[in-house]
Antibody
Framework: QVKLQQSGAELVKPGASVKLSCKTS????????MSWFKQIPGQSIEWIGM????????GYNQKFKGKATLTVDTSSSTAYMDLSSLTTEDSAVYFC?????????WGQGVMVTVSS | DVVMTQTPVSLSVSLGGQTSISCRSS???????????LYWYLQKPGQSPQLLIY???NRFSGVPDRFSGSGSGTDFTLKISRVEPEDLGVYYC?????????FGGGTKLELK
């Protein structure tokens, strides 16, 4: 079955960067899109962007350009998201999910806390 | 960006009862390809969102027929009949027609 396993919770200092991972199994990663989402606890969800694993082509929500960078490693069927220049406003749960325009299977989410 | 407005913000429902959630978009969600990319998700407490309905009215794999979606253009509805305990959580509408994709603010379904 389709599985997306995300890396563990992160506590990072303001100004630092963090790289989140999303290891997949149960489907053909190299011909699929992966999307990433942000959810501040108690709030709605924002779409960050998507990447096509076949060629690494990306599309971003303008709001997250310069903040998030999406990459993939097809040899390990893993997607990554780099978040840079972190501030307290980046503290949130981040999800990876299979799909571009719509996501059908989601990772469990990872909490990123930005604090000094 | 397309604004998705859900009403109500919260709902109280009895087990076995019926309810509906409204979602209105700030622009028509009819894509130039003729499809309407309106979806519904349920996020149960402490879990990831799960896809219920795709392209307005199609149930995703494994979703019971108690869930039904309808609507067109800018106005959409999710109906839930014979509510069960596993249906409780926050429901989100979501559009994939206009970049960037956007979610509604959510509707919390609780037991009466």
């Amino acid at each position: 079955q389709v599985k997306l396993q995300q890396s563990g919770a992160e506590l990072v200092k303001p100004g630092a960067s963090v790289k989140l991972s999303c290891k997949t199994s149960g489907y053909t990663f190299s011909t699929s899109y992966m999307s990433w989402f942000k959810q501040i606890p108690g709030q709605s969800i924002e779409w960050i962007g998507m990447i096509y694993a076949g060629d690494g082509g990306t599309g971003y929500n303008q709001k997250f350009k310069g903040k998030a960078t999406l990459t993939v490693d097809t040899s390990s069927s893993t997607a990554y998201m780099d978040l840079s220049s972190l501030t307290t406003e980046d503290s949130a749960v981040y999800f990876c999910a299979r799909g571009g325009r719509v996501s059908d299977y989601w990772g469990q989410g990872v909490m990123v806390t930005v604090s000094s | 960006d397309v604004v998705m407005t859900q009403t109500p913000v919260s709902l109280s429902v009895s087990l076995g009862g019926q309810t509906s959630i409204s979602c209105r978009s700030s622009q028509s969600l009819v894509h130039s390809d003729g499809n309407t990319y309106l979806y519904w998700y349920l996020q149960k407490p402490g879990q990831s969102p799960q896809l219920l309905i795709y392209k307005v009215s199609n149930r995703f794999s494994g979703v019971p027929d108690r869930f039904s979606g309808s609507g067109s253009g800018t106005d959409f509805t999710l109906k839930i009949s014979r509510v069960e305990p596993e249906d409780l959580g926050v429901y989100y509408c979501y559009q994939g027609t206009h970049y960037p994709w956007t979610f509604g603010g959510g509707t919390k379904l609780e037991l009466k």
